[in-house]
């Protein structure tokens, strides 16, 4: 029989569209595209205001040490259901939908009580998902990664694999108190019943992989890699990590698949209730970032800057060179190449706290203050820390005068905002460069995230890297990735082969004098950075 004579399968002159979501850290978002790549449709739900029965800021919790950060799981599910119904108002035919992928904020974990899989594989279709699976969860707040409370769980793994860059050397990471690993070896600590009567745990992505699949959806490589448990050669869990962190992992972690492979086809839930095509495959589910390297189709000499609630620094990398500071992920597109990641905090929040303390609010005003300002800030210079930054470990708000005297305000609030802007374009320079990346000539800085929309921020990062600054049309490119990679998916071959055509539009071109400006004040900056952390030593 052939496909076409299969009852439900897609006949080959149908539509064929591809569906992929974005659960991030403030929201949960899906893109409609066609066989051309071209968006169809988009929609978002937002957790604060769509949600705000779970009392989130920015999509989160943070409990009194300050340091706990969490996210109600149930939320994210009851997002979806709504995202679903937003999605069909919008106008997408969910019945010409070949293939759904996805992606979620990196870390973040799911704890899946059990019996958990068996409530997936029974969900009924004239339910809401989120009344279905309330009691799914052994664990009903998941960690994510603004999570920095598992000091000693990190000191202790890199202990029992024998140091840091032994760590890193292994997993592409040292202990990063937000990565996976660290985050169950506290779970298993301090709530033992709970972790012993977890059947599965999930990251993000392959948690919201799970409720498209109605079985537990593997782990991907490229998320994987978020762990500090995932060895990077040999693309298996490490032992020596496992053991390190808590008992039985490998089983309840499952085994991790790339990033491209298809896991199935949808379940029978999103069949009877919002009419997909039975055969629509289901491909894996990755991180936001390495979703947004595939979004953004980035090739080697590009960097990549995604200006999301963290403001993350992402280029390809064909050979791993992990280090103390970064990460080096498993590529989501190239099986044999790889990615490295540098995470910074204080992104949007923080310039949205400066906002409204110096600009009522509007990123109108915000921007005229910033334009007002000359580049270089008449020598004034801040760094910005609201919540313990990733890169580096400071926390804080430090300024600086031109001669590098700490000064506790700075004389007036466009000096604040402009202080704030080139601190944080400043610091992304100082640690690619750490890490050994240089901009050449020819290079591209390929912008994305929430803030990418905003010109004066893009013209202060063309200035600071002395590169054209691009954007795409759809300034979320972590979602556009997993409609992507939902194609590339199915249709197997070479990324760059099924997924082409893309255009970028120039937004900022580096001024004249910016080189200079800017080459300076990233030795400043890393000086100043380098005795900050010597004093919190
Ligand atoms: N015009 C703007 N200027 C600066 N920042 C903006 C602007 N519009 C939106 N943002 C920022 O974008 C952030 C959300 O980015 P987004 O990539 O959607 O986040 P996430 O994917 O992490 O949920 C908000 O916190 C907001 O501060
Ligand atoms: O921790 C990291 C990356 O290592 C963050 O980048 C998260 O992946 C959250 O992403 P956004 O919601 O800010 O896009």
């Not at 799981?73 to 035919?93: E, N, P, S, Y």
Request: with cysteine.
């Amino acid at each position: 029989m052939s496909d076409v004579d299969q009852p439900g399968s897609m006949a080959p002159n149908e539509a064929k569209n591809y569906l992929g979501f974005d659960f991030s850290t403030q929201q949960v978002k899906a893109i409609v595209v066609n066989d051309r790549l071209e968006v169809l449709q988009e929609a978002a739900v937002q957790f604060d205001n769509d949600l705000p029965e779970y009392r989130t800021h920015g999509g989160v919790n943070v409990r009194g040490d300050g340091v706990t950060v969490t996210a109600p799981t149930i939320m994210w599910v009851k997002a979806l259901d709504m995202l679903m119904d937003k999605l069909r108002v919008a106008g997408a035919d969910f019945s010409t939908i070949a293939a759904v992928s996805g992606t979620g904020q990196q870390h973040g974990s799911v704890y899946w009580r059990r019996g958990g899989e068996k409530i997936l594989a029974e969900l009924q279709p004239d339910r809401f998902l989120h009344d279905q699976l309330a009691m799914a969860f052994s664990i009903t707040d998941s960690p994510i990664w603004m999570d920095s409370s598992t000091t000693a769980q990190c000191q202790a793994l890199e202990e029992a694999v024998g140091g840091p860059q032994k760590l890193s050397d292994l997993t592409g990471s040292r202990a990063y108190e937000r990565f996976t690993g660290n985050q169950i070896a506290k779970i298993y600590q301090r709530r033992k019943e709970a972790y012993t009567s977890t059947e599965r745990i999930s990251l993000v992505s392959s948690f919201a992989c799970s409720l498209f699949l109605g079985s537990y959806a593997p782990i991907d490589f490229a998320d994987g890699s978020g762990m500090n448990l995932l060895d990077i050669s040999t693309k298996t869990w490490s032992q020596p990590c496992l053991d390190a962190c808590a008992p039985d992992l490998a089983d309840k972690l499952g085994t991790p698949v790339p990033a491209s492979e298809r896991v199935g086809n949808i379940a029978s839930y999103f069949v009877d209730r919002y009419s997909f095509n039975p055969d629509c495959a289901v491909i894996a589910f990755t991180g936001d970032n390495p979703s947004s390297l595939a979004g953004m189709c980035l090739e080697p000499g590009d960097v990549a800057v995604s200006l999301g609630t963290s403001d993350t620094l992402f280029l390809w990398l064909d050979t791993p060179k992990p280090k103390l500071e970064g990460h080096v992920f498993l590529n989501p597109v190239d099986s044999n190449a790889y990615m490295a990641l540098l995470c910074f905090k204080n992104g949007s929040l923080t310039r949205e706290r400066i906002r409204n303390e110096c600009a009522d609010g509007s990123w109108d005003l915000f921007n005229q203050l910033l334009d007002m300002t000359p580049r270089g800030n008449f020598g004034n210079l801040g760094m910005y820390y609201d919540q313990k930054e990733i890169t580096p470990e400071l926390e804080g708000v430090f300024r600086f005068n031109k001669a590098d005297e700490p000064v506790s305000r700075f004389t007036s609030r466009e000096v604040e905002v402009r202080a704030l802007v080139e601190g944080q374009f400043v610091a992304k320079r100082v640690h690619a460069e750490n890490l050994g990346f240089s901009i050449g000539t020819g290079a591209r800085v390929l912008a994305t995230g929430g803030a990418s929309g905003n010109k004066s921020l893009l013209q202060v990062l063309a200035d600071v890297f002395n590169a054209p600054v691009y954007t795409m049309d759809v300034a979320n490119s972590a979602c556009l990735g997993s409609a992507y990679r939902a194609k590339h998916g199915l249709l197997g071959g070479i990324y760059k082969e099924v997924i082409k055509g893309q255009t970028f539009t120039l937004a900022c071109k580096p001024n004249s004098d910016a080189d200079k400006v800017y080459t300076a004040m990233v030795e400043r900056f890393d000086h100043l950075e380098a005795s900050l952390m010597k004093d919190t030593k």
